[in-house]
């Protein structure tokens, strides 16, 4: 009971938060630090992940691919799969493990020894001065870091095609060329954005909800990453239904 309630006033932090960027209240100099957290923090564990996904899938796909003499689709077949749902989802579950848990974690700590009460002593919004912030950061940084998993997995698939199967860098990167479309990359990117919005909001709700000291920090964190991944999760089969519904041609193209 207690987790759906706090679900629900996320939604309504949602609506509050749109309301004050629609009237421009923006803390500029908190969004500028929370740039950095989510982005510049964060590009070394993105990269590392992607390419280690890049070479994992390239072996998985690159064996059974050769077997029926469809080298040539490797490439293109990695391309789709990172752009479309690799890159934006894995690179979400790393930010709502690494972000989303100190998003909570902050604002559940400051509520807790009364910092926020102190905000709204001071006249300050807590939603203009820690909430917007986090979720611009987090909108504007997860596809940035997405393009950097794209093009660090296609990479990592690059190294492993050259130099276990003996596939010419050229024939892969025509490959990746020729299956992936404009969509493709666009529809991870608007993905990245709506998963960035969900994981500032979520951690900001659950620590802003924070109760029972010490404890309470510990246990909003935990439910806040548990809960931004389930939302990723399903928010991502839903996006996907509605992207991606009917017969594709990408592998059509490819032969």
């Known amino acids: 009971m207690e987790w759906i309630q706090r679900l629900i006033s996320a939604g309504l932090l949602a609506g509050q938060v749109f309301v004050h ?9 908190n969004t500028v ?38 080298s040539s689709a490797i490439g293109g077949v990695l391309a789709i799969a990172l752009t479309r749902e690799l890159a934006p989802v894995l ?46 950061a987090c909108a504007v940084m997860l596809p940035v870091l997405t393009i950097v ?54 951690g900001s709700n659950w620590g802003l909800t924070t109760t029972g000291g010490a404890r309470g920090v510990g246990r909003s964190t935990t439910q806040s990453v548990v809960t931004a991944l389930l939302t990723i999760f399903i928010v991502n089969f839903v996006l996907s239904a509605l992207m991606f519904r009917g017969a594709g041609e990408a592998l059509q193209r490819g032969f």
């Open 21 to 29: 960027l629609l009237r421009g209240r923006i803390h500029w100099r």
């Open 33 to 70: 630090d929370q740039l950095s957290v989510v982005g510049t923090e964060s590009v070394l564990v993105a990269v590392i992940t992607a390419i280690t996904i890049g070479m994992v899938f390239t072996i998985q796909v690159a064996r059974e691919f050769i077997s029926f003499g469809a």
């Open 91 to 136: 690179t979400a579950v790393i930010i709502a493990g690494r972000v989303g848990s100190a998003f909570a974690a902050e604002v559940g700590t400051m509520r807790v020894t009364e910092q926020i009460d102190a905000l709204e002593v001071l006249r300050t919004d807590p939603i203009d001065y820690l909430v917007t912030p986090r979720v611009i």
């Open 149 to 202: 998993a794209d093009v660090t997995g296609l990479a990592g698939g690059l190294f492993i095609t050259t130099q276990l199967y003996g596939i010419s860098a050229t024939l892969y990167l025509d490959s990746a060329r020729n299956l992936l479309e404009s969509w493709d990359v666009i529809s991870g990117l608007i993905k990245a954005g709506i998963f960035g919005v969900l994981i500032a909001m979520i």
